[in-house]
């Protein structure tokens, strides 16, 4: 079992999650955060250190962001490894809990 960034990490991108995570299965990209389901050990400790409350066990994302288990799996393998925290974009809060952005997704 795997965990899934979703839909409300996109622009906030906050990264306190990778600090926790024992196996850097964290991939950064331009104003978004993926899990590679390889990697990840699904220890869930990423999943309280997420002040956008984005992240969740495979078999628990939200309906309608189901497709963000296969958006994870294929962008994790193009993007970098991010293991240590950095700060969030100055426009962070502004986007925290706005519903359906997956159109500012940049890959």
Do not use: S
Not at 37 to 66: K, M, R, S
């Amino acid at each position: 079992m795997t965990h899934v960034v979703t839909d409300n990490c996109i622009k906030c991108k906050y990264t306190d999650c990778v600090e926790v995570c024992p196996v850097d299965c964290f991939h950064e990209g331009p104003n978004f955060l993926v899990i590679d389901p390889v990697e990840c050990i699904d220890c869930t400790l990423c999943v309280a250190e997420c002040p956008a409350q984005a992240i969740f066990p495979e078999q628990d994302v939200p309906g309608g962001q189901e497709h963000f288990a296969q958006i994870n799996a294929e962008l994790a393998p193009r993007w970098p490894v991010i293991a240590k925290k950095i700060a969030a974009p100055p426009d962070a809060e502004q986007w925290n809990g706005v519903a359906d952005k997956l159109p500012y997704l940049e890959r």
